[in-house]
């Protein structure tokens, strides 16, 4: 139900300018869903919704890349990649990230939100960062990348 309701959030917001709480909670019970102040605020904080101005001026929920080149949650997680990640090493096509103690899913987050077409994808344990990468010869550029978001040579 939660995954249904959130989805009728996203589809909501980007057909009308929804300015407050009340507002998504009245629109979500007209569509037949009974929620409740809380969840819905407790949606908008699970989708990473942002306040944006409206072409008339005033607040609307948006989704947090709806007509922006940045990603919010992007940066936060680049942010925490560049403060918990310690080694960079590869292996064939394979990066191998290390983390500080417990910091590896927030930081592979952050790699998978770079969308870097190279990467088939990650896969993150407590310290350590599997990164699939579609062909050798495209680890040096990724792990130049790397290791320059965390200021290493």
Not at 92 to 106: E, P
Not at 133 to 138: G, L, P, W
Request: hydrophobic share 40%; net charge positive; glycine share 6%.
């Amino acid at each position: 139900m939660r995954y249904s309701r959130q989805d009728k959030i996203l589809e909501l917001i980007e057909k009308y300018e929804i300015e407050t709480q009340e507002m998504l909670a009245n629109l979500l019970k007209d569509n037949g869903y009974n929620v409740t102040q809380a969840t819905v605020s407790r949606d908008i904080k699970e989708l990473q919704l942002v306040k944006t101005l409206s072409s008339g001026g005033k607040s609307k929920y948006a989704a947090p890349y709806a007509g922006t080149a940045v990603n919010p949650a992007a940066e936060r997680f680049v942010k925490i990649f560049k403060n918990t990640l310690v080694n960079v090493t590869s292996s064939g096509n394979i990066i191998v990230l290390k983390t500080l103690t417990g910091c590896a899913s927030a930081a592979a987050e952050a790699v998978d939100s770079l969308d870097l077409s190279s990467i088939v994808g990650s896969i993150a344990g407590d310290n350590t960062i599997f990164v699939l990468v579609d062909k050798e010869a495209n680890v040096p550029e990724l792990l130049k990348k790397f290791k320059g978001l965390i200021g290493a040579r």
